[in-house]
């Protein structure tokens, strides 16, 4: 499966979405000091928050405390040159 938004996209995030309970399903952008930013799919399983890649070659990750995601916001919108 090729990913939904592919690199060199312009994205529109808006920032004041960014409470993880209202964002489970949806497209978001997480910051990491370490890692810098990531756009991917915000899934719940049971009661641990994942960041999903639609691209499965991409591992998973985990937003407990101790890794240091944040939810910057969710995607509103994307465009970018067809390939």
């Given at each position: 499966m090729s990913p939904l938004i592919l690199d060199g996209y312009i994205i529109a995030v808006d920032t004041s979405a960014d409470a993880v309970d209202d964002l489970v399903g949806q497209i978001v952008v997480a910051s990491n000091i370490e890692k810098g930013l990531l756009v991917s799919r915000l899934i719940r399983f049971d009661h641990t928050d994942v960041l999903v890649s639609d691209h499965r070659e991409y591992?998973?990750?985990?937003?407990?405390?101790?890794?240091?995601?944040?939810?910057v916001g969710k995607v509103l919108w994307w465009t970018g040159l067809a390939r």
């Open positions: 591992e998973s990750v985990s937003l407990i405390q101790a890794a240091g995601w944040r939810i």
